[in-house]
T-cell receptor
């Protein structure tokens, strides 16, 4: 399946700074999911977006689904060291789901 | 959330041997499980979809004779890497969903090293 591109690939921020990762698809997505993978760990589900223009918040995390349902973003406000990890978006195709290229976040204390 | 258990977490094997990785859904029945491979600092690449009671569906470029998948019950899927080579060294992760289009739950992953 076609891989969804994420930018940036890597991001280093000072603790307290904000962070945003973007997920872009060339085709319209039925839905998009976001996962976080800590170093050495397995992916953990964060959220699913379904509706065009949908915005969801989880404490310091804000997730957005584009109006055209071809892109999505994850924004973290005031990063903490616990936010370290790689963030993946994931698209669904039939019964399968495919991961984006990922953004690795490093938070400098 | 649902629990998916994967074993072993780490395995080292010699070139030419086979390695079996187990993936179990502990508190739900999974008619479908998914196997991914992840190389260092890269994304998870879907290898195959494991279907209970039927043949697995492999992604393009994945050798079905090398990566044998068996899904004998609603709670167990196995991936066997046959005739392993050093380039097969990777992190293998299984995943399952309780229902379609819902969140995926992942096993802890298996780090395979072929020497």
């Amino acid at each position: 399946g076609q891989q969804v591109m994420q930018i940036p690939q890597y991001q280093h921020v000072q603790e307290g700074e904000d962070f945003t990762t973007y997920c872009n698809s060339s085709t319209t997505l039925s839905n998009i999911q976001w996962y976080k993978q800590r170093p050495g760990g397995h992916p953990v589900f964060l959220i699913q977006l379904v509706k065009s223009g949908e915005v969801k918040k989880q404490k310091r995390l804000t997730f957005q689904f584009g109006e055209a349902k071809k892109n999505s973003s994850l924004h973290i406000t005031a990063t903490q060291t616990t936010d370290v990890g790689t963030y993946f978006c994931s698209r669904t195709s039939g019964n399968q789901f495919y991961f984006g290229t990922g953004t690795s976040l490093t938070v400098i204390p | 959330g649902a629990v998916v258990s994967q074993h072993p977490s780490r395995v080292i094997c010699k070139s030419g041997t086979s390695v079996k990785i187990e993936c179990r859904s502990l508190d739900f029945q999974a008619t479908t499980m998914f196997w991914y491979r992840q190389f260092p600092k890269q994304s998870l690449m879907l290898m195959a979809t494991s279907n209970e009671g039927s043949k697995a569906t492999y992604e393009q470029g994945v050798e079905k004779d090398k990566f044998l998948i068996n899904h004998a019950s609603l709670t167990l899927s196995t991936l066997t890497v046959t005739s392993a080579h050093p380039e097969d060294s990777s992190f293998y992760i299984c995943s399952a969903r309780t229902t379609p289009n819902t969140e995926a739950f992942f096993g802890q992953g298996t780090r395979l090293t072929v020497v």
